[in-house]
């Protein structure tokens, strides 16, 4: 068995890594392609929130001279300040030119309402459905806020008024996430990325082998060979099974590489995926490799061509998703009875290695056990449907 | 040698193959000869145990195909209907897969290789992907690959299926070389000329059953024919399948 085994698994290694296309699919685009792809979407997404909080918002203020300490204030508190004269039309047109400007005008009683400590209002024009306007505005009218409680409590204070007074109450945000917690989080669906890649890694190799075999006509004449049909389908599982361990050391890896271009610290955020995790990430999805290459077989054994095997085993990706998917949805925690479902299993151990939780050694065993069992399970009732007269379509 | 006895399958309501009875000698190159699904393929089928019976025996050299399918296959070459090869490996690779399958390795498989790739006239394209080849070389290596284990019985199921003349000519002298080697050759066919030029012994199907069997010269004599297509017609009762 194990002679007839290996003879199959090196057989359709060799048949698939000749075949170009595949090796593009299979160890390209899934495994290194996607997870650069996702980290370049999180960054873009990461460098636009950094900048709206750090960087300093242009304003143009016309009639300055109306209130000269109101936009000294302004400037102080980090805002770019130009000074401007015009009329109210002057000022809509300047907006029509310039979409994302954002325009203070200080009225000429500013300075005496202000003095007499009633209301000075200033009119910010701005246009609403521009959202750099609509970033630059709320960092104006939070600099004016800013300003405002100020003077404010100043003048509680010369009236011999405690400020606190007007505070009845106030909120204390308290962030209990440790900062590798906050971008697991937000990583969250790299577990994901990480379990679809694998699969994918050895999607094209699973349907050659039995659907794609049948279909060129090269499956009977292996029929009758003297070898038991369970082992030549073994051999198959074996060879997908290879394949998927590739691409996950390759996925591994590539997360691991591109994680460092994100600007997590920034954030107090630190993802956790040096190369001690790429290795007990490889160890802990590995099992799951079996499963995924027996279920894409057996699918694919029902199936009597290359096409429809893809499409039915473009539905098997979405399996794996499923308990993934209802645990998040519930937000169910992490417990040693969770470890059974292979692909949750393995999402929870790769959350908790990218978060630098203890995980206890149990749960690893747990969710390897499973996997091989389910695994083989699944690869004896390939052996099963192979010995049907009918896989011969 | 093949001895066949009162083979019968259905597919559901369809009886394929219904009571056939037949002997293959050594030696010798028998012809299944019928319309197209006259049950000539399922009956190669169960005798190269990838379809049961479902009544009926069958053995080759003795060894009974339903009762221990892994010996039948160790002495039997198969080429089935459409028969075809895997596209990315070479010839050689595509030949030695199957000796290795077959337990052969080292040196003994290497030194069979070749001389199937020399006796089939292979060498020309032998280390070339066989993604690129003609239908005609594709059967050459699918039978090499058939032939790679030395099996004293052979079972070729439409075999000029798709050649051309040329490829036809080089396949036919194959099947008589390997005749005067000894070999017990067994193929179908629905061409009654390919019958006629090759076959000792030809077993007439049609419907599942066989209608009529004997050399050609005993053929024509039983339908008082002067060529095997008058007995031909005459034995299944019209000119179905002729071409």
Same mark, same amino acid.
């Given at each position: ?393 | ?17 219904? =009571?056939?009875?037949?002997? %293959?000698? @050594?030696? *010798?190159?028998?012809? /299944?000869? !019928?319309?197209?699904?006259? #049950? ?62 077959? =337990?052969?390795?080292?040196? %003994?498989? @290497?030194? *069979?290789?070749?001389? /199937?790739? !020399?006796?089939?006239?292979? #060498? ?120």
């Amino acid at each position: 068995m194990i002679s007839t085994l290996r003879i199959v698994m090196q057989k359709e290694l060799r048949e698939s890594l000749r075949d170009r296309r595949t090796l593009v699919n299979s160890l390209l685009i899934g495994p290194v392609v996607a997870p650069l792809f996702f980290i370049l979407i999180l960054k873009l997404a990461l460098a636009r929130s950094v900048s709206t909080e750090d960087e300093s918002a242009p304003v143009t203020v016309v009639n300055a001279l109306a209130a000269p300490n109101f936009v000294q204030q302004l400037r102080e508190r980090g805002l770019e300040v130009s000074l401007r004269e015009g009329s109210e039309a002057d000022i809509r047109r300047w907006i029509g030119d310039q979409k994302d400007l954002v325009v203070l005008y200080v009225p000429p009683a500013f300075g005496e309402r202000f003095t007499e400590g009633k209301p000075a209002a200033v009119q910010m024009y701005a246009d609403g459905s521009n959202s750099e306007a609509g970033k630059h505005g709320a960092r104006v009218r939070q600099a004016i806020a800013g300003y405002s409680a100020l003077v404010g409590s100043l003048r509680l204070q010369a009236r011999g008024v405690s400020p606190t007074i007007v505070q009845p109450v106030v909120i204390d945000d308290i962030d209990v996430s440790t900062p590798s917690a906050r971008a697991t989080l937000m990583l969250g669906m790299l577990s994901y990325v990480i379990l679809l890649a694998t699969l994918m890694g050895g999607l094209h190799l699973a349907i050659d082998a039995t659907a794609g075999e049948r279909e060129r006509g090269s499956l009977e004449s292996l029929l009758t060979l003297p070898v038991v049909r369970e082992h030549l389908i073994y051999g198959k599982i074996a060879a997908t099974t290879v394949m998927m361990l590739v691409s996950l050391a390759l996925v591994a890896t590539s997360v691991s590489f591109s994680l460092k271009a994100l600007p997590l610290e920034t954030f107090g955020m630190t993802a956790n995926f040096g190369p001690g995790v790429v290795w007990r990430v490889f160890l802990a999805v590995a099992p799951f490799a079996l499963v995924a290459a027996s279920i894409l077989t057996v699918v694919a054994s029902f199936t009597r061509t290359y096409k429809e095997a893809q499409s039915w085993l473009g539905l098997v990706l979405i399996v794996p998703t499923v308990p993934i998917a209802i645990a998040s949805v519930l937000d169910i925690a992490p417990r040693a009875t969770l470890m059974l479902v292979p692909s949750l299993s393995q999402h929870l151990l790769i959350q908790g290695l990218m978060r630098g939780e203890p995980l206890p050694v149990a749960w690893a065993l747990l969710a390897t056990v499973s996997c091989l069992v389910l695994g083989l399970a699944l690869a004896w009732l390939a052996g099963r449907l192979y010995r049907r007269e009918a896989i011969l379509g | 040698m093949i001895r066949v006895e009162g083979l019968s399958r259905s597919f559901g309501a369809v009886r394929a193959v219904d =009571g056939v009875a037949f002997e %293959a000698g @050594d030696g *010798r190159i028998t012809g /299944l000869l !019928g319309p197209n699904g006259a #049950g000539k393929s399922t009956t190669l089928r169960v005798l190269y145990t990838v379809l049961r019976p479902d009544s009926g025996t069958a053995s080759i050299d003795g060894v009974d195909v339903v009762g221990d399918p892994l010996a039948t296959r160790r002495c039997i070459g198969v080429l089935p209907h459409g028969a075809n090869i895997y596209p990315q490996l070479t010839a050689r690779e595509n030949i030695a897969y199957f000796g290795r399958l077959h =337990g052969l390795e080292g040196a %003994a498989l @290497d030194e *069979r290789v070749e001389s /199937l790739v !020399g006796e089939l006239d292979i #060498g020309g394209y032998a280390n070339r992907r066989a993604k690129g080849y003609s239908q005609g070389e594709r059967i050459k290596v699918a039978l090499a690959r058939a032939l790679v284990h030395a099996p004293k019985n052979l079972l070729l199921d439409e075999p000029t299926n798709g050649l051309d003349v040329m490829a036809t000519r080089a396949l036919r002298a194959l099947i008589l070389r390997l005749r005067a080697a000894g070999h017990c050759i067994l193929f179908s066919s629905h061409v009654m000329q390919e019958v006629a030029a090759l076959c000792d012994d030809i077993v007439i199907v049609d419907k599942g059953r066989v209608v009529a069997a004997g050399t050609p010269g005993a053929l024509k004599a039983q339908f008082k024919s002067e060529t095997l297509e008058d007995a031909f017609v005459a034995a299944i009762g019209d000119a179905r399948g002729l071409e």
